[in-house]
């Protein structure tokens, strides 16, 4: 099965073919069965792959390549620094453990989330649409994590920001909806450019773009290399992580792509294509390790995302947006700790947070969908008994973020705390921001839940009749997620707490041989002190938010009119979209006003005067005609008329004046002979 | 006798009064009389000089002259009743057609 683990991606790509050329004319069932199918196809032959790989080596030691074609026949060059480089780029896969874990979280979740779609999109317009560009969306994600060089992984990285674009804006007739796509893409795509400087320096220096072959470059000791060159490097590839994975200062196209539909937001936005700058900052480990400063960079920007987005996400009002700046601010966990050099935790919560994020969202699209399309919260209420399969997976997966053991969340959530404390390059401050997030997002993922489900209904009378529990295809999804985001977190047991920590083991051979910094000395006490700490936070995260919002509704909007300034701060976003117009996004658009002042006046000017001078070299032709060429035509005529006017007065039609003639030249000629 | 220069003058001067005649009279029929005065000044020249040079030939020749001027009368008054059927006048300078 290995052999042929390039079928992967290519089963999606038939699904968005077939989808994109025929989809139209065929029925709903066809497309779900072949769309939701074909993922399935590659959940199971990704499952055989891993199977198999497991076999492979001892310690899982052995990278398996398969490359696939030649892209870029680049050949042999000279570096600055006098070694060789041979620039072979390929059209490839490898498989390790990192893209192990990748690929069986992105064909197990997509699919799931391909099932749950087939029940919430039944009954939307241009349902082929969806799907087909949800297939090409999973084609996208399994290129970059199944890449074997920067630039194929570029390629699925463009691909899925592409399908970002697409999906964000699948109801492209609602004006909000595609100025999200837009404003996403935009985004990404300044993120992009600083990804693409940092490859286009990789080539420089190492002369290559195989991974395979930069980390054993970067852990040789012969490496020789200019004093900040892997600084820079990393940091652009950092940037370009930012805009992908919606950091600071790029994550404000998150938020506004809750405009696409549910499904949407739980796989790119939640599951997969914001998980990949992660995936790709654990893949340059070997470079990050090489520069303490730019993993400074990194934790510091994932703990300043993670609490910033937890703040934000305490006031707002629609349900998609709570879970957005969750996304937002579990990124930041996941970036500090490959930050502080726990590449493997911040892998592990990615799991995890595939996990119960994608539950998160597919569940509250079921409350939405109960709710016919209703998504402020204000607007709901007592909802658990009505519905309650959703209602309980929901809690479970706001149990699991919140880190209440023994859910999957604590495990990967205190992994990092436990880190960013005592870890290589941990730091106390980095781990008291993780902390106070983590009493932060207990507190607003449990008013989520409270003000949705219990309390008083404050839903609005017609909506009230309607209310339905979800089809089975949506509710199996939030079932297995459920199960998941349960058990998902014991692969990671730590040995403090006499676990087995497979999930370490397994991703071992891709992080070690980074130069190794030994933990900080602290006891084995210190780690149960803090775990405690983090548990008894969540816990009164919980019960904060109980207070607020089911024994004392009042209370929330006594503390808001209280804090009235700091209320509209956080409820505005920290005003960052405004900031961000005023100083960016307006002058770009006044750089285009001006380019089209330009065109218009200056290259359209140019136009319009040649066809004037066109025009005036008319009138001057037409003048010459008139007055030159035909002035000497009339001047012959004239000069015709003058010269024959003597011949003209002879004839005077009077017959006396011609015998007067005729006498006239008689008596000359007599003259004449009677003179000589 | 009568000397033969005085009938040579008399038909000179009727043939000039003749000839401004045609070149000044305005009524057509005027200048046609005039016209016979001219062909009777020259009659008269022609029978002078018969009777100077003893010949019969210049008395032969004025009868020819005088059937040629009858002719020509009739002729001349059959066009100036076909000018006067379009034109209603007799006056030679209203006859100008072929001006230029």
Redesign the interface.
């Given at each position: 099965m290995l052999d042929y683990i390039w079928l992967i991606p290519i089963f999606p790509l038939a699904g968005a073919a077939i989808q994109l050329f025929f989809g139209r004319r065929l029925p709903n069932k066809v497309v779900s069965a072949v769309s939701v199918g074909l993922p399935g196809l590659s959940f199971l032959w990704a499952v055989g792959c891993f199977v198999q790989f497991l076999g492979l080596s001892e310690n899982y030691h052995h990278v398996f390549a398969k490359p696939l074609y030649t892209w870029l026949p680049a050949g042999a060059f000279h570096l600055s620094n006098g070694s060789m480089g041979n620039l072979n780029v390929n059209v490839g896969m490898q498989l390790d453990p990192l893209s192990c874990v990748m690929m069986l979280v992105v064909t197990g979740v997509g699919f799931l989330i391909h099932v749950y779609s087939i029940g919430y999109m039944a009954h939307e317009g241009g349902y082929y649409r969806f799907f087909g560009y949800l297939n090409l969306f999973m084609f996208s994600m399994l290129v970059l994590v199944l890449a074997d060089n920067y630039l194929m992984m570029f390629v699925g990285w463009e691909g899925v920001g592409l399908c970002s674009y697409l999906l964000i804006g699948f109801y492209f007739l609602r004006k909000s909806a595609s100025d999200a796509g837009k404003k996403a893409f935009i985004v990404n795509r300044i993120g992009d450019a600083a990804f693409l400087l940092g490859v286009m320096l990789m080539v420089v220096t190492f002369g290559t773009l195989d991974f395979q072959h930069i980390t054993e470059a970067a852990r040789s000791p012969h490496l020789q290399v200019g004093g900040g060159i892997i600084t820079t490097i990393c940091i652009l590839l950092f940037i370009g992580a930012t805009g992908k994975s919606a950091q600071i200062p790029l994550y404000v196209w998150l938020p506004d792509a809750m405009e696409g539909p549910t499904p949407v937001s739980a796989l790119i936005h939640a599951a997969t294509m914001v998980t990949a700058g992660v995936y790709m900052v654990a893949r340059s480990n070997a470079l990050f390790a090489l520069s303490p400063t730019a993993l400074a960079l990194v934790a510091g920007i994932g703990a300043a995302t993670a609490i910033w987005a937890a703040s934000i996400g305490l006031v707002q009002n629609d349900i998609k947006r709570v879970l957005a700046y969750s996304t937002v601010s579990q990124l930041g966990y996941m970036f500090l700790a490959c930050g502080v050099g726990a590449f493997t935790a911040g892998i592990f919560h990615l799991m995890t947070h595939a996990f119960f994020k994608a539950l998160l969202f597919l569940a509250s699209g079921s409350v939405i969908h109960a709710l016919s399309g209703e998504q402020d919260m204000r607007k709901m209420g007592a909802l658990k008994s009505k519905i309650p399969t959703t209602y309980w997976t929901l809690a479970v997966a706001a149990l699991a973020i919140s880190g209440i053991p023994p859910l999957a969340g604590f495990f990967s959530k205190d992994e990092i705390l436990w880190q960013s404390f005592a870890g290589p390059y941990g730091h106390t401050l980095l781990w008291a921001i993780g902390w106070i997030t983590a009493g932060l997002t207990a507190f607003y993922m449990f008013r989520l839940i409270f003000m949705t489900f219990w309390g008083q209904s404050r839903v609005p009378h017609e909506v009230e009749h309607h209310i339905h529990e979800s089809p089975r295809s949506m509710l199996i999804p939030l079932v297995t997620l459920a199960a998941l985001s349960i058990v998902g977190g014991f692969v990671g047991m730590p040995k403090s707490l006499l676990g087995g920590e497979w999930f370490g083991k397994f991703l071992d051979p891709v992080f070690e041989g980074n130069p190794v910094v030994p933990l900080h000395e602290y006891g084995q006490g210190m780690e149960y002190f803090l775990t405690g700490l983090s548990v008894v936070t969540a816990i009164a995260g919980i019960s904060i938010a109980y207070l607020m919002y089911v024994r004392q509704p009042a209370l929330s909007e006594r503390m808001a009119a209280v804090f009235t300034g700091l209320h509209r701060v956080l409820l505005h976003k920290y005003y960052v979209d405004e900031i961000y117009d005023a100083l960016f996004v307006n002058r770009v658009k006044d750089l285009g006003s001006a380019l089209a002042a330009f065109d218009l006046g200056v290259v359209d000017g140019g136009v319009n005067g040649v066809g004037w001078s066109t025009r005036m070299s008319g009138e001057f032709t037409r003048l010459w005609d008139t007055w030159v060429i035909d002035g000497l035509v009339n001047v012959l005529g004239f000069v015709v008329k003058i010269l024959s006017w003597p011949a003209?007065?002879v004839?005077?039609?009077?017959?006396?004046n011609y015998?007067?003639f005729i006498?006239m030249g008689v008596m000359a000629f007599m003259v004449y002979y009677l003179l000589h | 006798m009568i000397p033969t220069e005085y009938y040579l003058f008399l038909g000179t001067g009727l043939f000039t009064i003749g000839v401004i005649g045609v070149l000044t009279r305005r009524n057509v029929l005027i200048i046609l009389m005039s016209i016979e005065l001219i062909l009777n000044a020259v009659n008269i020249n022609l029978m002078t000089l018969s009777q100077y040079f003893k010949s019969v030939d210049g008395q032969v020749f004025a009868i020819f002259v005088i059937t040629d001027a009858a002719a020509e009368a009739a002729v001349g008054l059959g066009l100036i009743i076909a000018l006067f059927r379009n034109k209603e006048t007799v006056n030679a300078d209203e006859i100008d057609l072929l001006k230029w």
């Open positions: 003209r007065i004839q005077t039609g009077l017959v006396q015998a007067w006498t | -």
